[in-house]
């Protein structure tokens, strides 16, 4: 079982930049898919980034974050970040850590959330 903490939400005014953390439990971390979500108020859970970093490494981004955000990860911590800069309004969400033993199409194991709110 892999647990999974986010960490680094808050309040930011537009424009401004926050990193968000994950931190695993699990030793093979390094061998999982590792993703960020966001869900806002009345919305569904949206993808925002992924990354495979074995056998190929593979990053993906929703449409709606390219150039701004960049999700990455440090073994040695059995953490995943996700840089997040220029920020809007509508990137306000509750975002989610997710892990995957085998590939983006099945997440395994999800965080807690943290809240993200940008202030226009």
């Known amino acids: 079982q892999v647990q999974l903490v986010e960490s680094g939400g808050g309040l930011v005014q537009a424009g401004g930049s926050l990193r968000l953390s994950c931190a695993a439990s699990e030793r093979t971390f390094s061998s999982y898919v590792m993703g960020w979500f966001r869900q806002a108020p009345g919305k569904e859970r949206e993808f925002v980034a992924g990354s495979r970093w074995s056998g190929g490494s593979r990053t993906y981004y929703a449409d709606s974050v390219k150039g701004r955000f960049t999700i990455s990860k440090d073994n040695a911590k059995n953490t995943v970040y996700l840089q997040m800069n220029s920020l809007k309004p509508e990137d306000t969400a509750v975002y989610y850590c997710?892990?995957?033993?085998?590939?983006?199409?099945?997440?395994?194991?999800w965080g807690q959330g943290t809240q993200v709110t940008v202030s226009s």
């Open positions: 997710a892990a995957a033993s085998a590939s983006m199409t099945n997440w395994d194991y």
